[in-house]
């Protein structure tokens, strides 16, 4: 691989990683238990559209977060990534190595996600239901989080080793969620 395809394959990686950020960050604030109460006149008033926000905001992370770590030969993916960067000698062993520690303490949250992904939002199971396939992941919202901290570490421990750059991920959707809450608070007063 050309060192400006694995830019661009980069790039396509950090865009994922910050859409599924943004959106994370959107799903907390509307499904976390002490948001929820504070912005719960906001959100009744609105109930279908922030009923039908919740599920959208979710998939909108379930899903880069799914791509990221999927392992075909035909995207961009970590796994693919790093294979290449092996196979091309682009970093040192020793790095390899730490990227694919990271890789592996970020697999099994990644394996979580994939169930959900692949039974209840990819696909539909015909078979459980989608209380017994959340079940099935155990997966939390502190879990989201780690997993986006986690990999927003990986590509800037890889970055950093391969252009000495790093990318900042300090976009966020919280703060206008929030702000946009109260303002609908005040409205529905």
Same mark, same amino acid.
């Given at each position: ?12 990686? %950090? ?16 499904? @976390? ?8 006149? !906001? ?12 599920? !959208? ?10 791509? $990221? ?10 796994? %693919? ?16 190595? +730490? ?16 169930? /959900? ?10 078979? $459980?239901?989608? %209380? ?16 986006? @901290?986690?990999?927003?570490?990986? $590509? ?5 080793? /391969? %252009?000495? +750059? ?8 919280? @703060?206008? /969620? ?5 303002? $609908? ?5």
């Amino acid at each position: 691989m050309r060192p400006e395809e694995r830019q661009t394959f980069i790039k396509d990686l %950090r865009h994922a990683l910050s859409v599924a950020g943004l959106n994370m960050e959107a799903w907390v604030v509307l499904t @976390d238990h002490d948001s929820r109460s504070r912005h719960l006149r !906001a959100m009744n008033g609105y109930s279908i559209f922030f009923q039908t926000s919740i599920n !959208a905001h979710f998939v909108g992370m379930l899903i880069p977060f799914y791509r $990221l770590y999927e392992n075909r030969s035909d995207t961009f993916n970590i796994p %693919r990534l790093l294979k290449e960067l092996r196979e091309s000698g682009a970093l040192p062993t020793e790095k390899l190595d +730490e990227l694919d520690g990271k890789y592996a303490a970020i697999r099994p949250l990644w394996v979580k996600l994939s169930i /959900l992904r692949n039974k209840a939002f990819g696909h539909c199971n015909a078979v $459980l239901t989608l %209380r017994e396939i959340f079940g099935q992941a155990a997966i939390s919202q502190n879990q989201f989080r780690e997993f986006f @901290d986690k990999t927003k570490d990986l $590509l800037n421990t890889l970055t950093l080793a /391969l %252009r000495h +750059e790093a990318h900042a991920f300090n976009l966020g959707s919280g @703060d206008s /969620l929030n702000r946009m809450l109260e303002d $609908l608070g005040r409205v529905r007063e």
